[in-house]
């Protein structure tokens, strides 16, 4: 079992680039959640998954943020034209029994 | 909304001493969530420590206590002698327990150094 793996584990943009976070779930697990990590705002929650279906986006920012799970392998968070403010590390988790947490995204928007 | 407060940012502790980190929280949309404690050590990703979903219940696990009180809302994190490698960043969290798939609501987090 290889755990949640995310990818990139760092990833660079210039403001207004585009950036692409992929996270592969633990086989078997019905559902995926992000989470966004700031030193200012701590652990935030952006968006969740089951069984591939959006369930929550409550957390993620209206504009330039949109997340899919084409199949059950896989799940992405797009951020368009980046931001300086979106630097972050953005955490994918998911869930059987319990929320296992991949090591995370660092992003940076220069 | 939910919330969690955890009031010391960062901690340390002499080697073998007893440990206390606060966690508080707030449910306004349920009576009784899920109470966690995750901690991530130093080059290591998130990981789940113990959970208590039962108000008055304790959860324990590698030697750390936390007792659900629903009268104080409060969801402490004791040991009773902490050692180097405890080491680490250790987050409260909730979530709603009338839904086994929810969000995890997070404190700030406290970082604790355990020094020799």
């Known amino acids: 079992n290889a755990g949640v793996i995310q990818t990139p584990r760092h990833k660079v943009t210039g403001k207004g680039q585009e950036a692409t976070l992929w996270c592969e779930p633990i086989?078997?697990?019905?559902?995926v959640f992000w989470y966004r990590q700031t030193i200012v705002q701590g652990l935030e929650f952006l968006t969740y998954?089951?069984?591939?279906?959006?369930?929550?986006d409550s957390g993620m920012p209206k504009e330039r943020f949109s997340a899919q799970m084409p199949n059950q392998s896989h799940s992405t968070l797009k951020i368009q034209s980046t931001q300086p403010q979106d630097s972050a590390v953005y955490l994918c988790?998911?869930?059987?029994?319990?929320?296992?947490f991949g090591p995370g995204t660092r992003l940076t928007v220069l | 909304g939910d919330s969690v407060t955890q009031t010391e940012g960062q901690v340390t502790v002499s080697e073998s001493k007893s440990l206390i980190i606060n966690c508080t929280y707030s449910?306004?949309?349920?009576?009784?969530?899920?109470l966690f404690w995750y901690v991530r050590y130093p080059g290591e990703g998130l990981q789940l420590l113990l959970k208590?979903?039962?108000?008055?219940q304790k959860g324990s696990s590698r030697g750390f206590e936390a007792t659900y009180n629903k009268e104080t809302t409060s969801f402490h994190l004791q040991k009773a002698s902490v050692q180097e490698s405890d080491s680490a960043v250790y987050y409260c969290?909730?979530?709603?327990?009338?839904?086994?798939?929810?969000?995890?609501?997070f404190g700030q987090g406290t970082s604790l150094s355990v020094v020799p």
């Open positions: 988790a998911s869930r059987g029994y319990e929320q296992y």
């Open positions: 969290a909730l979530t709603r327990a009338s839904s086994s798939f929810s969000k995890l609501v």
């Open positions: 208590v979903i039962t108000a008055g």
């Open positions: 998954f089951r069984n591939q279906a959006p369930i929550d």
């Open positions: 086989s078997g697990h019905s559902a």
């Open positions: 449910a306004t949309s349920i009576a009784y969530p899920n």
